[in-house]
């Protein structure tokens, strides 16, 4: 009853080619398939945001694609945020102004504001919040990730807001 | 040298591996041969179970196991009450897996395992359960009338009574010059951590060994009655925590799936995981809050309470789990809140309904009795025509009245005694920082359409707890590393970090020298869990203990290896000095480089490591004010939050950092409780609110700024740290300073929730219809 087909795709710049279920959800692909767990599941339908990743450039839900829809595609997820051990500065914004507590949700808020501060990349607090209104965490009551995203925004995106 | 690390806001050492997608949450844990459970749950609220036939599931390929109550047979277990064990509770206690009659809509039917989470969930379509529908009832009024049964063979759906009395309360009832009587509703709602439940569990058959990860909030207790169920010793049962996303009272409680799965490997021999989903969470795991309060209050015409008379009903759902009748019974405990109330009387009644169990949810009872009376006092307030924060402040009990002894107000053999506080003090400095007097004048109608209103609460919440203790124990290795492993759990707060300042002051170490292990019960025998904002009260100080201990043995050992009096000596940030003398500090990695042969010495007794617990018969009590200014929109009934303020004494900070974090995030927790989260029932008993698109949670746009001022003014006496927890005065609160600035705002008087749009809607109409001019 099972259809396989092969995915290939490139995932924080590795290149994979993978025999996956056609119904497997690129969130449990990326997880269970090539073991990258930073990105979490919260609801499974799409609404809290846990799982998202940037898929070329674009923030998105990993929990509402099948891996199969990212055949050919340049996907990064939280563990390709980094450089090494130079954390990026988003990251660094993050423990900097306790932004998380469990955690759980701190992926898909990286990479949110991730995609979200190439597009913009000096935000007031107010596009910021606007920004992660589709993210959900339980924990922080959400300031202190929009001041770390605002205290991390000029390193990210380099030019001073007009 | 001076206390350094405590009071300091120091960045947690969670956080790297957190941010970097290298936490290690139960589900990211793979085990080889590992097999997936799913759980067939109730479609209906009530029915008995005619049949169930598996044969169609157990030959689907990749299916390993499909097992129902049968298979279970004499090992079938029911879910223990741990706490508040009213009599009468333990006649409606949950079993693993339904018992001939499902009671809830999700209530767990059978279990699936297969090779793949995909696999075990086709399974359960195939697994045919023949039905017979029974009449349910949703309402604890209807319930109270025994029409319908619950639990047929028990006669009566009023589980348990438990009586609070204080004083004479009929007695000044019958001499006050006032008296009102109201009755208040809180909704049902839950805690929904971003993480649901999860369970890996490994029976090693060669071993005879259970291994559990995902065990959360309370492993030792579990890891008891799950050894207990499976007739397994309980020094072979090892239960790991790993990562927790969020707790919040719900995560780590005992539910049948935590007996389901061990039982799943113990029965197959090989690992089995189960991951719930969120819908299942909404279904299964515990509700909170609904409670329902008649209440009454007596006082003289200038405003002096006399009396408070409460009769209480908590919607307990199908059936009765972990917290016994916790909810209610908190309801009661601080009713009275920060008060001089002499005469109080509570009557607690435990209801059952066709619904998921209830359990507890941040600052559980505590926020349902806070809105009572908070509101009751802004209504008396408006009767007898005197100024709300007056007739707080007349009432307030005050600083040379603490310790202040409310009585028995919770089926515990111990009073409830507010402990320390300046109450008049938070009130001041909450009012002055909210600019209250300004935003009163910015009340009423506005010029952007909408109503605008402000509201207060005072709240005390008890912190801490009376369960008996929690553990450390401190081990110097190599290079004078002390590691620190601790009895108790972790559910997102950042315990690696506030104890290792703990222990660093107390010890005379650095920080960066300390590593702090926990959530395992292979490090500590005993433990208890992670509650009632008790890790920093029970943990903190057995860390704090545990330390001096420690100290008191390296001194010993470094006055034998420099020949000197160990009174004469001092560890201070990792080095052994001599205060007052020439002598070379000698750094605690030599001492340990020359003590390697010996650390153990003839009589055999350790002598750099230390273990002990911190006991305690106090609670300790926190307090404060939160201050809420909202506008609502009377065409739509949308409630804006504009202004929060949530002011705390939490008797000493620990890590401000960590403590603000906590304050902000429950009282945004606490607002979106109070405005967007609720779980409908409808037709028939099924929950309507089961995905993140019907249950709402708030989100970054739906919520403020929050304020908050954390004090410092009132130490508990009844700890050496002089600490209280830090967890749930942001949300204690919410409902009754949301609840006040509504009723101000519209010129009503809100005596439920939530307060959502359809709502406010529903009591504009009626008040329009009512009358022509609102009440205030």
């Given at each position: 009853m099972s259809t396989k087909s092969i995915l290939n795709l490139t995932v924080n710049g590795k290149a994979y080619e993978k025999l996956v279920e056609v119904r497997m959800t690129l969130a449990d692909f990326l997880r269970n398939e090539l073991d990258l767990t930073g990105t979490h599941l919260g609801c499974e339908h799409g609404v809290c945001g846990a799982c998202t990743v940037i898929m070329n450039g674009e923030a998105v839900r990993s929990c509402l694609?099948?891996?199969?829809?990212?055949?050919?595609a340049t996907l990064e997820t939280v563990e390709g945020l980094a450089d090494g051990d130079q954390l990026h500065p988003l990251q660094a914004a993050f423990q900097d102004r306790h932004?998380?507590?469990?955690?759980?949700?701190t992926p898909g808020f990286l990479m949110t504001a991730s995609a979200f501060l190439k597009e913009n990349p000096s935000p007031n607090d107010a596009e910021i919040r606007e920004a992660i209104s589709g993210n959900i965490c339980r924990c922080t009551g959400y300031q202190p990730i929009i001041e770390a995203i605002a205290q991390a925004a000029p390193e990210v995106g380099g030019t001073d807001k007009d | 040298m001076a206390e350094s690390y405590i009071g300091a806001p120091i960045r947690r050492r969670e956080d790297v591996r957190f941010i970097t997608g290298a936490g290690t949450y139960v589900d990211d844990i793979k085990l080889p041969h590992m097999v997936h459970a799913a759980i067939l749950r109730s479609p209906h609220a009530h029915a008995r179970i005619l049949n169930i036939d598996t044969k169609r599931a157990e030959a689907l390929p990749g299916v390993v196991s499909v097992f129902t109550l049968k298979d279970i047979g004499e090992l079938d277990a029911t879910v223990p009450i741990r706490m508040y064990k009213i009599p009468g509770l333990d006649k409606y206690l949950q079993p693993s897996l339904a018992r001939d009659?499902?009671?809830?809509?999700?209530?767990?039917v059978a279990v699936a395992v297969a090779e793949s989470r995909y696999l075990a969930e086709d399974a359960l379509d195939a697994i045919d359960v023949d039905y017979e529908v029974l009449q349910e009832v949703m309402d604890v009024r209807e319930a109270l009338e025994?029409?319908?049964?619950?639990?047929?063979?028990?006669?009566?759906?009023?589980?348990g009574v438990h009586h609070v009395n204080i004083g004479d309360a009929d007695k000044a009832f019958e001499e006050a010059d006032y008296t009102r009587r109201e009755e208040f509703r809180v909704h049902r709602f839950t805690g929904n951590p971003m993480e649901t439940r999860g369970i890996l569990a490994h029976f090693d058959r060669g071993k005879g060994e259970l291994r559990v990860y995902g065990a959360t909030k309370l492993p030792h207790l579990n890891r008891q009655t799950i050894a207990a169920f499976l007739q397994l010793p309980e020094h072979k049962c090892h239960f790991e925590e790993n990562d927790v996303g969020g707790g919040f009272g719900i995560r780590g409680e005992l539910y049948p799936e935590d007996f389901l799965i061990p039982f799943a490997t113990v029965r197959l021999g090989v690992p089995v995981k189960w991951i719930e989903d969120r819908r299942e969470h909404l279904l299964a795991a515990n509700h909170s809050r609904q409670v329902t309060c008649e209440l009454e209050i007596a006082a003289r015409k200038d405003g002096t309470l006399l009396a408070v008379r409460a009769q209480i009903f908590g919607d307990m759902g199908a059936y009765v789990r972990t917290h016994g009748g916790l909810v209610p019974c908190s309801t009661a405990a601080l009713l009275t809140g920060p008060y001089r109330i002499p005469n109080y009387e509570a009557r607690i009644h435990c209801i059952m309904t066709n619904k998921t169990g209830m359990g507890t949810l941040r600052a559980p009872g505590r926020v349902e009795s806070c809105f009572y009376r908070e509101r009751m006092l802004d209504m008396m307030a408006r009767d007898l025509d005197l100024d709300p924060v007056e007739l707080r402040r007349k009432n307030l009990v005050k600083p040379e009245e603490i310790p202040y002894e409310i009585g028995f107000t919770r089926p515990s053999k111990h009073p409830t005694i507010l402990d320390s506080g300046d109450y008049p003090s938070a009130l001041r400095q909450a009012l002055e920082r909210f600019d209250y007097d300004e935003m009163l004048g910015?009340?009423?109608?506005?010029e952007d359409g909408r109503y605008h209103g402000v509201g207060l609460s005072y709240f005390v919440k008890n912190t801490g707890g009376l369960e008996p203790y929690e553990g450390a124990r401190m081990v110097v290795g190599e290079g004078g590393g002390v590691t620190v492993f601790l009895s108790i759990a972790q559910l997102g707060q950042g315990h690696e970090t506030a104890m290792a300042q703990i222990c660093a002051d107390a010890l005379g170490v650095p920080m960066d020298a300390i590593s702090v292990f926990h959530g395992n019960t292979d490090l500590s025998p005993f433990g208890w869990g992670t509650f009632a904002s008790r890790g920093t009260v029970m943990a903190g100080n057995a860390v704090h203990i545990t330390a001096l201990q420690l100290k008191d043995k390296i001194l010993a050992a470094a006055a034998r290896h420099l020949d000197a009096d160990a009174a004469s000596l001092s560890l201070e940030d990792g080095n052994i000095v001599q205060p007052g003398t020439e002598a070379p500090a000698l750094p605690l990695g030599e001492l340990v480089a020359h003590m390697r042969e010996s650390i153990i010495p003839e009589q055999g007794v350790p002598e750099l490591e230390a273990t002990a617990y911190y006991n305690s018969d106090n609670i300790t009590h926190t307090y404060g004010v939160h201050l809420a200014q909202v506008a609502v929109d009377p065409e739509t009934g949308m409630l804006e939050v504009l202004k929060y303020l949530v002011v705390e004494d939490v008797g000493r900070m620990v890590n401000p950092l960590m403590v603000h974090g906590q304050t902000v995030g429950a009282a945004v927790q606490g607002i979106g409780g109070v405005v967007l989260e609720e779980l409908v029932y409808g037709e028939g008993g099924q929950l309507l609110t089961t995905t993140f698109l019907d249950y709402l949670l708030p989100t970054s746009t739906d919520v403020p700024p929050i304020d908050d001022l954390v004090l410092e003014e009132a130490p508990s006496p009844y700890n050496p740290l002089g600490v209280k927890g830090a967890g749930e005065g942001g949300i204690v609160g919410t409902a009754g300073a949301l609840g006040n600035a509504v009723s101000n705002a519209l010129g009503i008087e809100v005596k439920d929730l939530p307060l959502s749009p359809d709502r406010i809607r529903a009591w504009l109409r009626a008040r329009n219809d009512g009358s022509s001019t609102p009440p205030l």
């Amino acid at each position: 009853m099972s259809t396989k087909s092969i995915l290939n795709l490139t995932v924080n710049g590795k290149a994979y080619e993978k025999l996956v279920e056609v119904r497997m959800t690129l969130a449990d692909f990326l997880r269970n398939e090539l073991d990258l767990t930073g990105t979490h599941l919260g609801c499974e339908h799409g609404v809290c945001g846990a799982c998202t990743v940037i898929m070329n450039g674009e923030a998105v839900r990993s929990c509402l694609l099948l891996a199969v829809q990212a055949e050919g595609a340049t996907l990064e997820t939280v563990e390709g945020l980094a450089d090494g051990d130079q954390l990026h500065p988003l990251q660094a914004a993050f423990q900097d102004r306790h932004a998380l507590q469990c955690g759980f949700c701190t992926p898909g808020f990286l990479m949110t504001a991730s995609a979200f501060l190439k597009e913009n990349p000096s935000p007031n607090d107010a596009e910021i919040r606007e920004a992660i209104s589709g993210n959900i965490c339980r924990c922080t009551g959400y300031q202190p990730i929009i001041e770390a995203i605002a205290q991390a925004a000029p390193e990210v995106g380099g030019t001073d807001k007009d | 040298m001076a206390e350094s690390y405590i009071g300091a806001p120091i960045r947690r050492r969670e956080d790297v591996r957190f941010i970097t997608g290298a936490g290690t949450y139960v589900d990211d844990i793979k085990l080889p041969h590992m097999v997936h459970a799913a759980i067939l749950r109730s479609p209906h609220a009530h029915a008995r179970i005619l049949n169930i036939d598996t044969k169609r599931a157990e030959a689907l390929p990749g299916v390993v196991s499909v097992f129902t109550l049968k298979d279970i047979g004499e090992l079938d277990a029911t879910v223990p009450i741990r706490m508040y064990k009213i009599p009468g509770l333990d006649k409606y206690l949950q079993p693993s897996l339904a018992r001939d009659v499902v009671r809830y809509v999700g209530e767990p039917v059978a279990v699936a395992v297969a090779e793949s989470r995909y696999l075990a969930e086709d399974a359960l379509d195939a697994i045919d359960v023949d039905y017979e529908v029974l009449q349910e009832v949703m309402d604890v009024r209807e319930a109270l009338e025994d029409k319908v049964l619950v639990h047929e063979d028990n006669g009566t759906n009023l589980a348990g009574v438990h009586h609070v009395n204080i004083g004479d309360a009929d007695k000044a009832f019958e001499e006050a010059d006032y008296t009102r009587r109201e009755e208040f509703r809180v909704h049902r709602f839950t805690g929904n951590p971003m993480e649901t439940r999860g369970i890996l569990a490994h029976f090693d058959r060669g071993k005879g060994e259970l291994r559990v990860y995902g065990a959360t909030k309370l492993p030792h207790l579990n890891r008891q009655t799950i050894a207990a169920f499976l007739q397994l010793p309980e020094h072979k049962c090892h239960f790991e925590e790993n990562d927790v996303g969020g707790g919040f009272g719900i995560r780590g409680e005992l539910y049948p799936e935590d007996f389901l799965i061990p039982f799943a490997t113990v029965r197959l021999g090989v690992p089995v995981k189960w991951i719930e989903d969120r819908r299942e969470h909404l279904l299964a795991a515990n509700h909170s809050r609904q409670v329902t309060c008649e209440l009454e209050i007596a006082a003289r015409k200038d405003g002096t309470l006399l009396a408070v008379r409460a009769q209480i009903f908590g919607d307990m759902g199908a059936y009765v789990r972990t917290h016994g009748g916790l909810v209610p019974c908190s309801t009661a405990a601080l009713l009275t809140g920060p008060y001089r109330i002499p005469n109080y009387e509570a009557r607690i009644h435990c209801i059952m309904t066709n619904k998921t169990g209830m359990g507890t949810l941040r600052a559980p009872g505590r926020v349902e009795s806070c809105f009572y009376r908070e509101r009751m006092l802004d209504m008396m307030a408006r009767d007898l025509d005197l100024d709300p924060v007056e007739l707080r402040r007349k009432n307030l009990v005050k600083p040379e009245e603490i310790p202040y002894e409310i009585g028995f107000t919770r089926p515990s053999k111990h009073p409830t005694i507010l402990d320390s506080g300046d109450y008049p003090s938070a009130l001041r400095q909450a009012l002055e920082r909210f600019d209250y007097d300004e935003m009163l004048g910015r009340q009423g109608l506005r010029e952007d359409g909408r109503y605008h209103g402000v509201g207060l609460s005072y709240f005390v919440k008890n912190t801490g707890g009376l369960e008996p203790y929690e553990g450390a124990r401190m081990v110097v290795g190599e290079g004078g590393g002390v590691t620190v492993f601790l009895s108790i759990a972790q559910l997102g707060q950042g315990h690696e970090t506030a104890m290792a300042q703990i222990c660093a002051d107390a010890l005379g170490v650095p920080m960066d020298a300390i590593s702090v292990f926990h959530g395992n019960t292979d490090l500590s025998p005993f433990g208890w869990g992670t509650f009632a904002s008790r890790g920093t009260v029970m943990a903190g100080n057995a860390v704090h203990i545990t330390a001096l201990q420690l100290k008191d043995k390296i001194l010993a050992a470094a006055a034998r290896h420099l020949d000197a009096d160990a009174a004469s000596l001092s560890l201070e940030d990792g080095n052994i000095v001599q205060p007052g003398t020439e002598a070379p500090a000698l750094p605690l990695g030599e001492l340990v480089a020359h003590m390697r042969e010996s650390i153990i010495p003839e009589q055999g007794v350790p002598e750099l490591e230390a273990t002990a617990y911190y006991n305690s018969d106090n609670i300790t009590h926190t307090y404060g004010v939160h201050l809420a200014q909202v506008a609502v929109d009377p065409e739509t009934g949308m409630l804006e939050v504009l202004k929060y303020l949530v002011v705390e004494d939490v008797g000493r900070m620990v890590n401000p950092l960590m403590v603000h974090g906590q304050t902000v995030g429950a009282a945004v927790q606490g607002i979106g409780g109070v405005v967007l989260e609720e779980l409908v029932y409808g037709e028939g008993g099924q929950l309507l609110t089961t995905t993140f698109l019907d249950y709402l949670l708030p989100t970054s746009t739906d919520v403020p700024p929050i304020d908050d001022l954390v004090l410092e003014e009132a130490p508990s006496p009844y700890n050496p740290l002089g600490v209280k927890g830090a967890g749930e005065g942001g949300i204690v609160g919410t409902a009754g300073a949301l609840g006040n600035a509504v009723s101000n705002a519209l010129g009503i008087e809100v005596k439920d929730l939530p307060l959502s749009p359809d709502r406010i809607r529903a009591w504009l109409r009626a008040r329009n219809d009512g009358s022509s001019t609102p009440p205030l």
